[in-house]
């Protein structure tokens, strides 16, 4: 009975899931506090006293227990609600007891709630650094308290002894990075015998956590190294022509790095599987047209994939031009491409007479097929599943080489753990000449003028994004909102001057598309919108993005709608609009976007600030699951573990000689000790 709670309310199946639910902190029983010394700031307490007034109140589900506690400084009430039975037998009037909890202050006096009591000198916790366990409501009814969880596993540990618990890391890596033996950190972080030792607990286990995570990645990272790909040996005469005599600007010193690293990627008969990081407006798109123009060299197809229609026809849009005088057969591939055109691409993609595809998810739907696709580039890929990535493998007869382009700084520890199989390419250079978005905080009251200012910037000839948020589980107030801003903005901008447009996830592909392109072509001069612009949209004539409710959106994702302007020689602005009160939190993030515009500082603030769970949409990923280790706080511990793991595959990449790592690994590691609890 008490087991099947444990599962359910913890998921403690085993002994080992036991050993591995750890105290989220300890407290120092050597301290008795005397009643007198109470301070409100203190939150657990122990104290040491005569009990006296036993009471039980209440029925069913409201009956309580209640008592006095006495010292020689004072006294205090101590209430329970669970286990009551079980305390009626243990507790008498007159008795001397330890009481430990969570002290509160009522009408002006003291109460301990659910204080755990022992009686001194009997099978005691006190004297020690106490772990204090995450419990549940229905395990405390069912007397499974912290302080019990802390006994089963205390009778768990005496029973363990070293070989139950044998060593999975190699001495040399214990000595390198100075580890505590797994018997004794799993021992130690329960009843530590000191902080030190607790410490030195705490990063062993971290490290094994992370260790395991790194691990896998080091595994795939090294499968992918074995995967033989498509030789592109040769620089020929489309990079050459196109490189020569096309080339609409200088390349920055970081586009040019890049293009290195990709082609020497690509040289060696390896499969190239290759992320590539550049914040908004970086020039990732002249990166990918060229690498695709040496597929083309090599004798290969390329397809670029944008996430959505949008995109890929913006895409098409800015490629094409790029690559007509050359000649270059281009062609546009989307769910809306139809009929007999449709017919046509899917015709010239097979004969190879159609060299570069670009397009959304339809170019690898299954009825696609490619001469001799070499090359596939994926941009925005954090909307890109892995299934969708591994459809792209059958496309060819070898797997194509892979450039992944994401706007999204990540920061390195997280990207270590999502995309740590991939190799990592970084733009990290604007183009030259490139005007800092002026950004502002600006909240209701300020309305109006904010509204005067972009009527003033589009009388200048420009362009403005007014952006609303767009939060799943109230689609239908979000909708009203944007209809409400949409009446509310039409005042500003009459409509026998001004042209408006308006994109939202309720319309048809079609329709929204038609209005996108409005504003694309300049026919329209606000665009109001949802977050449907937020990614790659490139307008360079807009130089206002007014984001509303601004303190609904996540820092990454400001940093994603501010990237829209900014695009042109003109000066841009990012008005962050948001309501007259704001918490902490939101005004501590306004604060952040109108200090920084580097992607990078803000991605690192906003995983500070939200944890690794909402961004992304990592939530669900295995790769950050951790019980103690925290991609944050722990990012050097990780590095290291980085380090460790790749030189690990690289001796050993069965792990043949370390099955308790592999079994660590694989999850599959469990002595015949490690047996269900019943
Ligand atoms: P992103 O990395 O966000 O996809 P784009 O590739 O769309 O950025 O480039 C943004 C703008 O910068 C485009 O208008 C592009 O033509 C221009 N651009 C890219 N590289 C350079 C460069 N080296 N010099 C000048 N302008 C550039
Ligand atoms: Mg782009």
Known sequence: MRASLLRLELGIATFSDLLQHYPYRYFDRRNICPIASLRPDMDYVQLAGTLTNIVEVGHGGKRRMEALLYDSTGRIDLVWF??????????????????????????????????????????????????????????????????????????????????????????????????????????????????????????????????????????????????????????????????????????????????????????????????????????????????????????????????????????????????????????????????????????????????????????????????????????????????????????????????????TPIPRTLAMSLYGDLEVSVIDELPPGRREIRTVHRNEHHRTRVMEFVRQQIDQGRQAYIVYPLIEESEKLDFESLMAGYEQVKIFFPEHKYRIAMVHGRQEAGERQRNMERFVRGEAQVLVATTVIEVGVNVPNATVMVVESAERFGLSQLHQLRGRVGRGAEQSFCILLTGNKLGDDSRLRMNIMVQTSNGFTIAEEDLRLRGPGDIYGTRQSGALRFKLADIVADATLMEQTREAAQSLVASDPGLQHYPGIRALVENTGQTPFWGKIS
């Open 82 to 407: 669970g286990g009551i039975q079980w305390l009626k037998k243990m507790l008498h009037d007159g008795g001397n007891y330890y009481v430990f909890g969570k002290l509160s202050e009522f009408g002006g006096s003291w109460s301990l709630t659910q204080p755990e009591m022992e009686v001194p000198g009997e099978d005691t916790l006190a004297g020690q650094m106490q772990p204090m366990y995450n419990t549940t409501q229905k395990l405390l009814q069912r007397g499974l308290s912290n302080r019990s969880i802390g006994k089963l596993t205390q009778a768990l540990l005496q029973q363990l002894a070293p070989q139950d618990v044998p060593e999975i890391f190699p001495e040399p890596l214990l000595q390198q990075f100075d580890l505590m033996g797994r018997y004794e950190s799993f021992g130690t972080i329960h009843f530590p015998r000191s902080e030190e030792y607790l410490q030195a607990a705490i990063r062993r286990i971290k490290f094994e956590e992370l260790f395991a995570s790194q691990l896998v990645v080091a595994r795939a990272r090294q499968q992918h190294k074995q995967q033989p790909g498509y030789v592109f040996a040769r620089v020929g005469a489309y990079f050459n022509d196109f490189y020569q005599h096309h080339l609409p600007f200088e390349l920055t010193g970081a586009q040019k790095r890049v293009l290195k690293e990709i082609r020497q990627d690509t040289a060696h008969g390896q499969q190239m599987n290759r992320l590539l990081q550049g914040d908004v407006g970086s020039g990732k798109t002249i990166v990918a047209v060229m690498i695709a123009l040496l597929a083309l060299d090599n004798g290969f197809q390329a397809c670029i994939m944008a996430p959505t229609e949008i995109l890929a026809q913006q895409h098409f849009n800015s490629i094409a031009p790029l690559l007509a005088p050359m000649k270059v057969p281009v062609a546009l591939l989307t769910g809306s491409v139809k009929g007999k055109e449709r017919k046509q691409v899917l015709a010239g993609l097979a004969d190879g007479s159609i060299l570069i595809s670009v397009g959304t998810h339809a170019l690898i739907e299954d009825q696609v097929r490619y001469q001799r696709l070499g090359l596939a580039i994926i941009d925005e890929q954090h909307r890109f599943g892995v299934g969708q990535r591994s459809r792209l493998w059958k496309k060819s007869e070898l797997p194509p080489h892979i450039l992944v382009m994401t706007a």
